[in-house]
């Protein structure tokens, strides 16, 4: 019998949508019903619209254990981008997994501002993007500037396996490399006309109160930023000019409460036209200045 009825104990899509976003409610998490939409979904073969036209639709014996046991770990707290393999960024689907923090849509400014304040350069421009993770940033910059040269980097293996994948499956691996080391270590003696970096920006304190999905499962490497916050931030700052063009970009995301900090390190170091711009949120999230003459 492939049907996971037993007697009469059918589980329809619509039982399972409605018991576990329940569950998930009732442990506090405030996405649950979506989150139950898109692992149900992705063992369905279905979008949220499917599984309301498939409503009554009875889950088959397979069906049920594989979608049982993604539930099982998203209770847990695992990401369901993890459970997913996939997410969303600036219109692309990347792979994600454990070895990359998961792309934000409120990274997706970064790359917005990345965009506009570097349109009026050289159409052969170079942009370097540390702290790439997933690629993301390099990808989606890459993609819309498709006659710049793009390197990447990150201190982590594993991350630039999965960046390198995606710029593949993307096709932004057409012109982005990847290098590998600490922030500047690796483009030793280079210079961009925009360099780009969500670093790890989490006060190292803060990580205890984090939500589950994120202080136990994305890598601490991606979260902690020292003792403020601000660690890799004051040494992107203040390195950034031995590596930027005359009039080349540094722009940085930022957690909602460091832009005045953030926008006051630039100005120190003679950074021009020092703006911070926010998120969907209302909240500061990207400070970008133009290099020291
Ligand atoms: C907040 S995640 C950002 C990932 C991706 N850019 C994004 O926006 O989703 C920070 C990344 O910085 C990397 N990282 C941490 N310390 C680093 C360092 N000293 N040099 C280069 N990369 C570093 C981590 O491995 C992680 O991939």
Known sequence: MTQAAVGDDVWSIK???????DDLKRRGNDSARLDVELLLGHVLGLDRIGLILHSERPLSGPELSRF???????????????????????????RVDARVLVPRPDSERLVEIALERTRARSMLGQALDMCTGSGCIAIAFARHR??????????????????????HRTGAIR???????????????????LVTANPPYIPAGDIQGLPVDVRDFEPRLALDGGPDGLDLVRDIVREAPAHLTPGGLL???IAFDQGPRTAALLREHGYAEVTVAK???????????????
């Open 175 to 193: 012109n982005l490399r990847f290098v590998s080391g600490s922030l500047f270590t690796p483009v030793a003696g280079l210079r961009f006309d």
């Open 68 to 94: 049982r046991e993604l539930f099982k770990r998203r209770r847990t707290g695992e990401p369901v981008a993890y459970l997913l393999g996939a997410r969303e960024f600036y219109g692309l689907s990347l």
């Open 279 to 293: 998120d969907l949120g209302g909240r500061d999230r990207v400070v970008s200045g133009y290099g020291p003459p």
């Open 15 to 21: 039982r399972v949508l409605t018991w576990a976003a």
């Open 251 to 253: 722009a940085l995301e």
């Open 146 to 167: 498709p006659t710049w040269s793009v390197t990447a980097s990150d201190i982590s293996e594993g991350a630039l396996e999965v960046a390198r994948d995606n710029a």
